[in-house]
């Protein structure tokens, strides 16, 4: 009832005959199986997926985790400050730094000025 006759139809596009006369599929270029690498938020240390992903200072971050230090407001990229890898919004920022007029004094480190006195007096007891 149904025969076929005549030659039969051409392949679809898509496909491409081989020398063994079966066909192969042909895929894109641009498709990878490659494992994809997975990158971690600095605060939360979950998994960064692209849609949420937001970048400060070579630091990931989800967007909802990228939150001010001192008061935890959530920071967009224009509104905020860093310092020592730490994120704070613009406004502690200067208040908590700026006013004393040293930043590293805020983080309870000593200050520069230190660590020079204490070069020049090790340089003066060696030359004396």
């Known amino acids: 009832m ?4 005549g030659a039969a139809s051409p ?3 898509h496909e491409a005959k081989n020398s063994s006369g079966g066909s192969t599929v042909q895929r894109s270029k641009s498709f990878s199986l490659k494992a994809q690498v997975k990158e971690i938020c600095t605060a ?10 937001l970048v400060a200072d070579k630091f990931v971050f989800h967007n909802s ?3 001010c230090k001192h008061c935890h407001t959530k920071l967009s990229l224009g509104s905020y ?7 704070f919004c613009k406004p502690h ?5 700026k006013s004393k007029g040293n930043y590293d004094e805020g983080f ?4 520069h000025k230190e ?6 007096v090790e340089s003066g007891t060696k030359s004396a």
């Open 44 to 53: 939360c240390q979950k998994t960064v997926y692209p849609m949420e992903r």
């Open 2 to 5: 149904f025969q076929a006759t």
């Open 108 to 111: 309870g480190r000593k200050q």
């Open 93 to 97: 920022f200067q208040q908590l730094f």
């Open 81 to 87: 400050a860093a310092l020592h890898g730490e994120f």
């Open 11 to 13: 392949p679809p596009a």
């Open 65 to 67: 985790c990228f939150c």
């Open 115 to 120: 660590l020079w006195v204490h070069k020049e």
